[in-house]
């Protein structure tokens, strides 16, 4: 008898932790409609002005995150502060000046400028070097640097190609594989050859849409001389080469490729703000495995406000950063009720996804909690809508799962089981595909963690044309039936994971195509 007692032990045990984990999705039913839409409703408010990264409306947001996971009882999940921040910068033109032989020209009516491609100071040339459209394509026999030395020296082009050759090549996707017709393949072969500067002939002058004096957010600093390149109307071209009227675009096209005398003076004084954003994390320990992890995590930023003009993202991502939210409602609820989940869970909700992941990638740059210890993230951007373009299966009943092929073979066996458990909806795996077009599992903050070696599941409906990225995007178009069940799902999922014996397998190698 004794001896069937101790043989009994192992699986009691295993029976026991079933039991605690069967106990928590009970807690699913504090993730309700109401509960969602009360959240999306404030996160989502006008108030929140667009919560763009670094902005007043993004702090306020943070603000009421963190003060939710405060009301909840999680503890804080940087030390003893619910925020990790983490640096932005942005530049700002304080003075801009471009004068050809004396003669003055206007902002917006003759030249503009990045802030990302110009050079800091004064810069002055006696001489300029027009190289046609300055493209080199070896592919097609076109060297528009031919017999020219321009190191060292300004270099004036005209935009666009003779033959019509767009700007960006065909399939191209975030800036891969550009044509030598585009801007950016332009500046490059100028800086490679050594010149000094690069002007480049538009006829898109003056300006309809006034140039914004102040640059794009950024993570890094680089503090290294930057390369000048400058947008000039045909006015200012005319001057270079020393004509006392305007020449027209198309005479340009007959201009000799030589050497110009004039005197060119650009100054482009900027300075740079010290700004700052954040991630809010909050954390509910685990019991005998708490020194384990599992994340939950979603991204707060939106586009912004710009003039009277709000971009909400109701969709994109409030409704993640309030399923996230809700989850952490539901699992702090069973803490309280004596049923902690084994494993601490991590509610990471960050900033700067749509700057480029910024907030992910300083979290897995700088992990508070060991990355070899996290089990895994599952990611919730955008679920709260219907894909306008899925003509397949049931539209009010599906979720599409990104990552449950990849880094763990554990992932899909667990996904589906804890979906029959819960919702029981089409699982769709669509954009796991590795010719998907729109390369769904790289854009969002599962990413970051996928690098690390953490197996991931990302959740998403599919909005990718309809409101994505639109001031429409607004919270009387969420689903919030069809919402509720997708995050009951992965609730389920999580319960799961955070309960099982063993950490996630990392048995599958991630697989980066053209990247």
Known sequence: MKKLIWLLLPLMSSMAFAQKADDLTKFGTVITQQGLKEKLTIIASAEMEGRETASPGQKRAAAYIESQFKKMGLKPGNGTSYQQTYPVYQDAITDKQLAVNGRSFEWDKDYTFNLQSIANGNLKFASAVFAGYGIVDSAKGINDYENLDVKGKLVFIL???????????????????????????????????????????????????????????????????????????????????????????????????????????LVANKSTENLESSNVIGILPGTDKKEEYLFLTGHYDHLGKKGDIIWYG?????????????????????????????????????????????????????????????????????????????????????????????????LPIINEAANKASSNMTLDYKFDDPNDKNRIYYRSDHYNFAKKGVPILFFYDGMLLADYHKPTDTIEKINFDLMQRRVLMVYYTACEIANRDEMLKRDLKLNMPGR
Do not use: C
Not at 194 to 216: E, H, M, W
Not at 362 to 367: D, G, I, T
Not at 383 to 401: A, C, F, I, P, W
């Open 314 to 410: 109701a969709d994109d991502d409030g409704s993640g950063t309030v399923s996230v939210m809700q989850m952490a409602e539901a699992f702090a609820t069973a803490a309280k009720k004596g049923h902690s989940p084994r494993r601490s869970i991590v509610f990471l909700i960050v900033s700067g996804e749509e700057k480029g992941l910024w907030g992910s990638e300083y979290y897995s740059e700088h992990p508070i909690f060991p990355l070899d210890k996290t089990t895994a993230d599952l990611n919730t951007d955008m679920v709260g809508r219907v894909d306008t373009e899925r003509t397949s299966g049931d539209s009010l009943n599906y979720v599409y799962v990104i990552g449950h092929d990849k880094l763990s073979t554990d």
């Open 159 to 265: 935009e666009g190609s003779a033959t019509g050759m767009p700007a960006m090549a065909p399939g191209a996707n975030r800036g891969m594989n550009m044509s030598p017709a585009s801007g950016m393949a332009k500046m490059r072969v100028a800086m490679a050859k050594g010149a000094a500067a690069l002007f480049v002939i538009s006829a898109d002058f003056p300006r309809k849409v006034a140039t914004s004096v102040k640059g794009n957010m950024y993570t890094k600093r680089n503090d290294a001389p930057g390369f000048s390149m400058v947008t000039v109307s045909a006015d200012v071209a005319s001057a270079m080469i020393g004509s006392t009227s305007k020449i027209s675009m198309a005479d340009f096209k007959e201009t000799p490729k030589r050497v110009y005398t004039a005197e060119i003076n």
